[in-house]
């Protein structure tokens, strides 16, 4: 998965789409992944006796990672994410970065 917990992702699909926030989790085998106030689900929890009155709980809920495109922090250009093996000092690096109109630009 080319996303991380930390960066910042635009929503592209869904009722959600146009919103940005901040990736919370991550979850790579369901591909999926949390993002910061948006696709905010309420959860209602019964009462369970005097001393536990019932609530209403809200959480943001995993969106498909399809459906969120990375933004750069350093133009706030928002694309599709690969890597580039660098070479720096004899020691190879994967970096990642973001594609756009033949451009590559770093991400981190």
């Known amino acids: 998965m080319k996303l991380k917990t930390g960066d910042k992702v635009r929503i592209i699909a869904g009722k959600e789409k146009g919103k940005e926030g901040v990736v919370l989790q991550v979850f790579p085998k369901l591909e999926r992944v949390v993002v910061e106030g948006a696709n905010v689900l309420t959860r209602h929890l019964r009462a369970r006796g005097s001393k536990n009155p019932g609530q209403k709980i809200r959480f943001p809920s995993p969106l498909h ?40 630009e770093d991400i981190e």
């Open 65 to 104: 990672v399809s459906n969120v495109e990375l933004i750069s922090g350093k133009s706030g250009k928002a694309g599709r994410v690969g890597y580039k093996f660098i070479e720096k000092d004899g020691i190879k690096k994967k970096i990642r970065v973001l594609r756009s109109k033949g451009k590559t």
